[in-house]
């Protein structure tokens, strides 16, 4: 922009903040702590995410050394663990790519984008979160029941050949550093009509789904998903109250899981250490959440879909596609002892979790940590194709269909 002034870089020095000196500080003990309660050790690719994070962005671990041909300025940037599950600075950017590179190269500009958010009864977050074919098995059924609706709209228009798309993101983690495993699916409000030639794509925008549409959907989702935990040996035949035994209950990482699936809350710290809390909002902690905006609920899968975007506003939809592929972690202004003492969750800044509720126990806050390790995907489905084989803005070319 003329007359702007240009941006000066700035280092990031993750050694200060609170995220950073928690692990540096008490890994080895939680990592003793894990082997001691179960006789086993933590899976050898969680220790090594939390000793790669302790080495992301410092000059010590080792860097490149960009040159200014124009001035001769120099910058020496260090190099980072670019993982998936812990480092807030490496999963931002890889936030900001993903959405970058759909918004440009991806999705259609002038059809109208609706989020799809599926969450699962509290039973299943554990048996989710501990075998993957179960979490991969409900995300292609949502998916598969959106666009067989989607094909139903435009069958009664008169097309029997549209074919859906939508980008399916898995999430495992609440606000709070909880286990919560939902699902935000990217779906257009538009179906696709490829010619006979495969040139040429035209596009069959459709109506905005009703109350009543999701309560058919919800109750589609909900009966095949505890339909296949059954035939696979997930589930007994009482329902998603009644899980399978894991032979792997006693491993640290289902520990680290159990202890994750509180969900936490807002406290400030009282200058004694003391903390208080608001009776308004513990009393409304006990009271269930209802169903807001265009949703609906069955067998306590709930689904929602009240939130769109219309085409022709590209920043709106990267702010979208960023909600969906948050990292679990953000780093926030806090400090520990007697302010707030500040959560690293989603992004929001929500202040200590459940596990550290009467004191901050580094090792209880690792738990939570380590539980979440595993990062959510982004899963491309249907008609969705590259517009151009540039990467966006600096994002790694994604193959149609594979993971993002």
């Known amino acids: ?5 240009p941006k000066k870089y700035q280092q990031r020095r993750p050694e200060t903040t609170v995220l950073y000196r928690v692990i540096q500080q ?4 939680f990592l003793q702590h894990a082997q001691h309660s179960s006789g086993k050790r933590l899976p050898k690719y969680v220790e090594n995410e939390f000793r790669r994070y302790l ?8 860097f490149a050394r960009a040159v200014c041909k124009t001035c001769g300025d120099e910058l020496l940037l260090p190099f980072s663990c670019k993982l998936r599950g812990l480092c807030p600075s490496c999963n931002t950017r890889r936030m900001s790519n993903t959405a970058a590179h759909l918004v440009d190269h991806v999705i259609a500009p002038d059809v109208t984008l609706r989020q799809w958010v599926l969450s699962v009864p509290f039973e299943l977050r554990l048996l989710l979160a501990a075998k993957p074919a179960a979490l991969s098995a409900i995300g292609r059924i949502v998916v598969q029941e959106i666009q067989r609706w989607q ?8 097309f029997e050949q549209a074919e859906g798309a ?8 609440g606000s709070s550093l909880n286990l919560n495993i939902h699902w935000h699916v990217i779906v257009p409000d538009a179906l696709f009509l490829p010619d006979a030639t495969g040139k040429r794509v035209d596009t069959l925008k459709h109506r905005a789904p009703t109350r009543l549409d999701l309560e058919e959907l919800v109750t589609t989702v909900a009966i095949r998903a505890v339909r296949w935990l059954e035939k696979h040996g997930y589930l007994r035949s009482e329902g998603p109250g009644a899980p399978a035994e894991n032979a792997d209950t006693d491993s640290p990482w289902m520990r680290c899981l159990q202890g994750s699936l509180g969900v936490g809350e807002l406290q400030r710290w009282a ?8 009776p308004d909002r513990a009393r409304g902690r006990s009271l269930p959440k209802p169903t807001k905006g265009l949703g609906a609920q069955h067998l306590k899968f709930n689904l929602h879909a009240g939130v769109s975007v219309p085409g022709g506003l590209p920043a709106a939809r990267e702010r979208l596609l960023h909600y969906c592929a948050p990292p679990a972690l953000a780093l926030c202004e806090c400090e520990r002892g007697t302010e707030v003492h500040e959560a690293f969750a989603s992004g929001l800044g929500h202040a200590v979790s459940e596990s550290l509720r009467h004191r901050p126990s580094p090792v209880r806050e690792l738990r ?8 959510d995907r982004g ?18 070319a994604v193959v149609p269909g594979a993971v993002a």
């Not at 080495?55 to 080792?62: I, Q, R, S, V």
């Not at 094909?151 to 008169?158: C, F, H, V």
């Open 166 to 173: 939508a980008v399916c993101f898995c999430q495992r983690f």
């Open 379 to 396: 899963r491309r489905q249907g008609a969705q194709r590259a517009r151009s084989s540039k990467p966006a803005r600096g994002a790694p």
């Open 55 to 62: 080495e992301c962005g410092l000059h010590a671990y080792g």
């Open 151 to 158: 094909r139903q709209q435009a069958e009664a228009l008169g």
């Open 1 to 5: 922009m003329p007359g702007a002034e």
């Open 26 to 29: 008490h890994l080895e003990s």
């Open 271 to 278: 200058e004694h250490g003391r903390a208080e809390e608001d």
């Open 368 to 375: 939570r940590t380590d539980a979440l390790r595993r990062s």
